[in-house]
């Protein structure tokens, strides 16, 4: 057993598919599809299901490929214990980052994290909550930048920083009639939305409180919130906008913002990865750029 035999079962699992596997691990496919045989029959087991399209792993194939994936984590750490112990930051780093964040956390520290790591490719891909934990869970990405807790028991988070959260709503709207918000003044009627799967959407429904039947209240949904903000200017209505979605709001917009009384609600942004994380120099460099250029209302 190898770990580049290791390797090729993982890939299949992730791929599901032998080509496409072999193009990933740089290999032909009879040389890929050679060596699962020769470890199928050390093993005395069938790891795959070829007969199935895509193909999967067995039932003992499925405890194999996840032990794989453990074995590769580990002996994959040992060259990044070499590297912090020179106080090397390099290579390359995959980052998942949610919609609601990318537009505008990215433009803060992305230029400088560059400049100041100029050995670090860093690939960034913009994915829902649920696409960010599943990458991370098959060693597709290395971090992900989400709003936490994710309620995963195999990913670990680094907590970042709270966002408040603010309304903005149509011109002549009752809500602005209000100097400051009470989450008691929200109900569905007239909310507007994103599509399902943007974990801000449920945030959104979770604070607007009991008022909410199934999807009757909702007068539209889409993946953007410049989408959302954009159709109250023209119509009516209300949603919630996380603060740093507000910085760039010209005037006449800043005046249809509230934010809430009292303590104000918030999501938590943080650093997520797998509980067997590796490039742990990298993304303690990404944590450091990240709050260095924070606005500074976010760092407290």
């Known amino acids: 057993m190898t770990l580049t035999q290791l390797d090729y079962i993982v890939a299949i699992d992730t791929h599901r598919h032998f080509a496409t596997a072999a193009d990933h691990c740089h ?25 199935k399209h895509p193909v999967v792993p067995t039932e003992t194939g499925q405890i ?75 060693g597709l990405l290395d971090v992900g930048i989400v709003v936490t807790p994710l309620r995963e028991n195999s990913m670990t988070d680094i907590p970042l920083f ?7 709503a149509a011109k002549g709207n009752s809500l602005l009639e209000k100097e400051t918000i009470n989450p008691s003044d929200l109900t569905g009627e007239g909310l507007w939305l994103l599509s399902e799967g ?9 604070l607007c409180g009991g008022g909410f039947q199934g999807n009757s209240a909702l007068r539209y949904e889409t993946g953007s919130l410049e989408t959302l903000v954009k159709l109250i200017d023209r ?23 509230r934010t809430f009384s009292g303590v104000a609600p918030v999501r938590d942004v943080s650093l997520v990865m797998h509980r067997s994380f590796l490039k742990r120099s990298l993304i303690n460099a990404l944590k450091r750029e990240i709050l260095t250029h924070l606005p500074a209302e976010l760092k407290d």
């Open 235 to 257: 119509q009516d209505g209300f949603t919630l906008l996380p603060y740093l979605a507000t910085l760039d709001l010209d005037s006449e917009r800043q005046k249809r913002l």
């Open 162 to 168: 709270k966002e408040p959260f603010m309304v903005y």
């Open 198 to 206: 943007h974990c801000f959407r449920d945030q959104v429904i979770n």
């Open 27 to 51: 290999v032909t496919q009879p040389t890929l599809s050679m060596q699962i045989q020769k470890l199928e029959d050390e093993l005395g087991v069938l790891i795959f299901d070829r007969s």
């Open 64 to 138: 194999i490929v996840a032990q794989a994936r453990e074995v590769l984590q580990a002996s994959r750490r040992i060259p990044e214990l070499a590297k912090e112990s020179r106080d090397e930051v390099g290579g390359e780093l995959r980052v998942g980052i949610i919609p609601t964040l990318a537009p505008y956390l990215l433009p803060y520290f992305i230029g400088a994290f560059m400049a100041r790591y100029p050995s670090v490719t860093i690939q960034l891909q913009e994915l829902l909550t649920e696409q960010i934990v599943e990458r991370l869970r098959t």
